[in-house]
């Protein structure tokens, strides 16, 4: 589903925030990207989601090289997949239906059908009965739920999440990783970057390791503590 | 459809609220437009009454005939007449040397000057009324009449009228070159106004982006925004065209009655104030397309 194939990312002054990045996360598959903060987490995100374009190399999303796509071809492929941010990144001035409702207007989806998923994301998120509130009047954790649901409005069969428990406290982070896991055994194919080892401990699956620009480790959450 | 009809109303509705948040700015900006706009068509207004005006004096291309001094009257009673047998010749008037004299003396005030003269130094004068419309050939009847025995000269008075044209078409051109400037200026206008809202959006923009709002989603709304304004401020010019005109129209009728006239002030027809509110929205719509094509491919998510 996601695969990165050689890739450098150098921008423009010189620094090389990616240096020869190589895996492949399978459709389905769930995998945690953790490293110090510099290590180029933020920047394998970016290229993930077409914000960047690598120096050098491949990356391949949903089997489309992203090199390849032009500005115009930007938009849907970015209808393809679910974005979370560590800031929310929600619009303060739209209740909390509009902002989940959003990637579905965007989608050109009737009324009625945006209305049905709204609640179905909002529900999975566990904020059904919010729908009309303002997103500012929300708790972080809830405004955090709320960029979930929206990430997860349209389906999409890849999400990616940048530090989505960054601001939060363990017990809220743990409802949210918890909320992804959920996600990923219907088939949803997750890229979680965090620096909150703790965290991921306790659940299990893959871990790509980014430091210094590369990948330190890669594997099992198990066989990682054991070596 | 139904999809593509409702994404267009959601642009508009939130168009007109992003209007509504700031009322006073809105207002403002509005009434910038509805003068800029107000200007020209109002010009072009008045223009138009003065045009109308002067062609109401087409008509009004009488001209005399002076007779040689010592003419006596039966000859110029006969000299009318044959004038007036002419077909190019609707019909004429002859004022005696006594009668402009009688005419001058009431006038004038001149009174005990022209007493004292010792003869009447006026000539008797043939006034014609031509037959033709403004085609005919007045230049032709002129001389035609000044060549006629005992004739001493013949005034043709329609310079003035031709001036008149001439410095309304010079007017009617002018407030061409100044519509489309001020039409310019609404658009930048317009356009900087949305450049401005763009700029306050710039987080919105980016998060629709980062869901996957195309370029056609993230300026609607924003072309939306020009037509409004656009439309407002033209309303608005015609509002404030029909309020002037009104002020207007009671001082210049009495001018008109004055002069005998029962001319009466043309307000802003309803060929041209559509005219004026379908083109504000379309500049509205132009300034909103330039803004967006140049700035919002600034924003882009980081």
């Given amino acids: ?227 | 459809m139904r999809r593509w009809a409702s994404l267009h109303v959601q642009s508009l509705k939130s168009a007109l609220a992003r209007v509504a948040r700031e009322p006073v700015a809105t207002a403002m900006t509005v009434l910038v437009i509805a003068i800029a706009l107000a200007l020209p068509s109002g010009l072009r207004v008045l223009v138009g009454n003065v045009s109308a005006l002067s062609s109401g004096w087409q008509g009004v291309t009488d001209f005399g005939v002076y007779l040689e001094p010592g003419t006596d009257e039966a000859r110029a009673r006969a000299l009318a007449e044959q004038i007036a047998g002419r077909p190019d010749v609707a019909g004429v008037d002859l004022v005696t040397s006594d009668e402009a004299l009688a005419d001058f003396r009431a006038r004038s005030g001149f009174g005990a000057a022209l007493d004292a003269l010792e003869h009447n130094p006026l000539p008797h004068t043939i006034v014609v009324r031509p037959a033709g419309g403004p085609d005919s050939d007045l230049e032709g009847l002129a001389a035609a009449l000044g060549a006629l025995p005992d004739v001493d000269f013949v005034q043709l008075d329609t310079e003035w009228v031709e001036r008149l044209r001439a410095i309304l078409a010079l007017a009617a051109y002018v407030v061409d070159v100044v519509s489309a400037v001020l039409g310019v200026g609404v658009a930048l206008v317009i356009g900087n106004t949305i450049r401005l809202e763009i700029n306050s959006r710039a987080a919105e923009i980016e998060v629709v982006k980062l869901v996957g709002g195309t370029d056609a989603f993230i300026r609607r709304p924003f072309l939306y925004l020009g037509f409004v304004y656009g439309l407002a401020g033209a309303g608005a010019a015609a509002l404030l065209i029909t309020a002037v005109l009104a002020l207007l129209r009671e001082p210049a009728a009495a001018l008109a009655a004055l002069y005998g006239s029962d001319f009466r002030l043309a307000g802003l027809s309803p060929l041209d104030a559509s005219v004026l509110v379908g083109g504000g929205a379309l500049l509205g719509l132009a300034g909103a397309a330039l803004a967006t094509s140049r700035h919002l491919q600034e924003i882009e998510p980081r």
Wanted: glycine share 12%; charged share 25%; proline share 4%.
């Fill in chain 1, 1 to 227: 589903m996601i695969r990165f194939e050689g890739v450098y990312k150098r921008y423009p002054g010189g620094r090389e925030a990616l240096r020869g990045v190589s895996f492949h996360l399978a459709r389905g598959e769930m995998a945690f990207l953790t490293g110090p903060s510099g290590a180029g987490k933020s920047t394998l995100l970016k290229l993930v989601t077409l914000i960047e374009k690598p120096t050098r190399g491949t990356v391949l999303v949903n089997g489309q090289n992203t090199a390849r796509i032009s500005r115009r071809g930007i938009p849907a492929f970015r209808q393809k997949i679910g974005i979370v941010f560590q800031d929310h990144k929600l619009l303060y001035d739209r209740s909390v239906f509009d902002n989940v409702a959003l990637p579905l207007v965007i989608l050109g989806l009737g009324p009625r059908e945006i209305a049905r998923r709204v609640r179905a994301a909002l529900d999975q998120v566990g904020l059904l009965g919010r729908e009309r509130h303002a997103p500012i009047t929300l708790s972080t954790g809830e405004q955090q739920r709320v960029g979930i649901a929206r990430a997860i409005a349209s389906r999409p069969e890849v999400v990616v999440a940048d530090e989505p428990t960054g601001n939060l406290d363990p017990e809220l982070s743990l409802d949210i990783m918890r909320l992804f896991a959920r996600f990923n055994e219907v088939g949803v194919t997750l890229l979680i970057a965090t620096h909150d080892l703790e965290l991921i401990e306790r659940f299990g699956g893959r871990r790509l390791r980014l430091v210094d620009g590369m990948l330190d480790a890669d594997g099992d959450a198990a066989a990682m503590t054991g070596s």
